[in-house]
């Protein structure tokens, strides 16, 4: 199958800093790539769809001021945490769309303290 | 819009026994039903998938079932091997954006 890298895979960071996840598609172009979190014992939960050269479309209850995506090119997307804060912790994980079927980066852990 | 349920919550079985995991989708232009296994801190992991024009599909000891009517499918896991044991899910999708809609997911054990 393809192959999706997610850097960093772990982060911790402070209440009120930034955090920015990066989301590559090493060898095929992703027109389209999803972002989700994943909760301890909880099934994915998408937060947005990215589509390259366009902004992306949130899911209800995502706030997307807070969550900002970027899809500049076929091959990178890049999920900006902007004032994190204790409830942000959780595991993001990217996926690469390869119709139908996705293709998931490792993960991402956040930490936020 | 779509929902996906998955059952049971968690399963147990013996080493060489079946597993069989069960998802039911409420949206029927729902076309494509791929399951994935996830392992503890790991990225999901496509197993096997099924289109909407076909009813069954098998990969080695791994199959899976789908009845359009009913609007369920199944994951079927023949011949349980201890590397078997993770969470599996189940999701549905369809039409142009092809987001997943998953289930909640299916803790399976194999004991030894």
């Known amino acids: 199958g393809a192959v999706v890298s997610q850097h960093p895979s772990r982060v911790i960071c402070k209440s009120g800093t930034s955090v920015k996840i990066e989301c590559r598609s090493l060898?095929?172009?992703?027109?389209?790539m999803f972002w989700y979190r994943q909760f301890p014992k909880q099934s994915l939960m998408l937060m947005a769809t990215?589509?390259?050269?366009?902004?992306?479309?949130?899911e209800q209850g995502v706030e997307k001021d807070k969550f900002l995506i970027n899809h500049a090119s076929l091959t990178l997307s890049t999920l900006t945490v902007t004032s994190a804060h204790p409830e942000d912790s959780s595991f993001y994980i990217c996926?690469?769309?390869?119709?139908?079927?996705?293709?998931f980066g490792p993960g991402t852990r956040l930490t936020v303290t | 819009g779509e929902n996906v349920e998955q059952h049971p919550s968690t399963l147990s079985v013996q080493e060489g026994d079946s597993a069989v995991i069960k998802c039911t989708y409420s949206?029927?232009?729902?076309?494509?039903f791929p399951w994935y296994k996830q392992e503890l801190g790991k990225r999901p992991q496509l197993i096997i998938d099924?289109?909407?024009n076909v009813g069954e599909k098998k990969d080695q000891r791994i199959a899976v079932t789908l009845n359009k009517t009913a609007k369920h499918f199944s994951l079927h896991i023949t011949e349980t091997q201890p590397e078997d044991s993770a969470v599996y899910f189940c999701?549905?999708?369809?039409?142009?954006?092809?987001?997943?809609?998953w289930g909640a997911g299916t803790k399976l054990i194999i004991k030894p």
């Open positions: 996926s690469a769309l390869g119709v139908p079927e996705q293709y």
């Open positions: 060898d095929f172009q992703a027109t389209t």
């Open positions: 990215s589509n390259e050269g366009s902004k992306a479309t949130y």
């Open positions: 949206d029927s232009a729902s076309n494509y």
């Open positions: 099924i289109r909407s």
């Open positions: 999701a549905a999708s369809k039409g142009s954006n092809y987001q997943l809609i």
